[in-house]
């Protein structure tokens, strides 16, 4: 069965300083990983995915995320947070259904703050 | 905003009342997710409609739950009897079919069952 581990509860950084949140997967066959961004109150949005070909992936807000299949990991980086950045982050990987079509399996969530 | 909405945002309920929720998603996507989120964890999928057709339901979604898409557009969450266990974050989400695009998710709708 697909998984998804993000071993930090919370990652603190500070303002303008790299930041890094880790994903790591568990799946058969091909992976597509997914991070996602919420905000208190709010749905998810979508930042980034990786489907196939480079393993560093660009994606909204100056958001990337390096696939190593080696070390089955996805860990989502950014150069320089922004304390509006400060938001729970999901990285979440899918997974095939057994009545055709797919669903996401997410991960429990890793809460980003960035201070001034 | 994704384009994808849902209503009520907020629902307080009794125990043993039942609710409803909707999902409005966006036009031209034929596949429609259902995910519960409760505090401190990631979303959990509940059931998966590719146009009208329930094509999945979790074992998380109990007898007390139905879902429905009428004419492929809309879709509908039951709880009947609510428990105190169901106070959670409903989430909807669509996506079109092609592989591997992703799923757009609506702002949720939070239930706490009193």
């Known amino acids: 069965a697909q998984s998804v581990a993000q071993p930090e509860d919370q990652v603190n950084v500070a303002e303008g300083n790299p930041l890094t949140v880790k994903c790591t997967y568990s799946v058969s066959g091909n992976p597509y990983l997914f991070w996602y961004v919420q905000y208190p109150n709010r749905g998810l949005q979508f930042l980034l995915k990786y489907i196939t070909g480079d393993n560093l992936v660009k994606g909204s807000y100056g958001f990337e995320a390096e696939f190593n299949k080696s070390q089955t990991s996805f860990h989502l980086k950014k150069p320089s947070a922004l304390v509006s950045d400060s938001a729970l982050y999901f990285c979440a990987v899918r997974a095939l259904l057994t009545g055709g079509g797919n669903k996401l399996t997410f991960g429990t969530g890793t809460q980003l703050k960035v201070e001034l | 905003d994704t384009g994808v909405s849902q209503d009520p945002r907020h629902k307080i309920t009794k125990r043993g009342q039942n609710v409803t929720f909707r999902c409005d998603p966006i036009?031209?996507?034929?596949?429609l997710y259902w995910y519960r989120q409760t505090l401190g964890q990631g979303p959990e999928f509940l059931t998966y409609f590719q146009n009208e057709a329930q094509l999945e339901k979790s074992r998380l979604l109990s007898d007390r739950f139905s879902a429905e898409r009428p004419k492929g557009s809309f879709s509908t969450l039951e709880i009947q009897r609510t428990e105190q266990g169901d106070s959670a974050m409903y989430l909807c989400a669509s996506k079109p079919g092609q592989a591997g695009n992703e799923q757009f998710f609506g702002p949720g709708t939070r239930l706490t069952v009193l």
């Open positions: 036009s031209e996507h034929n596949r």
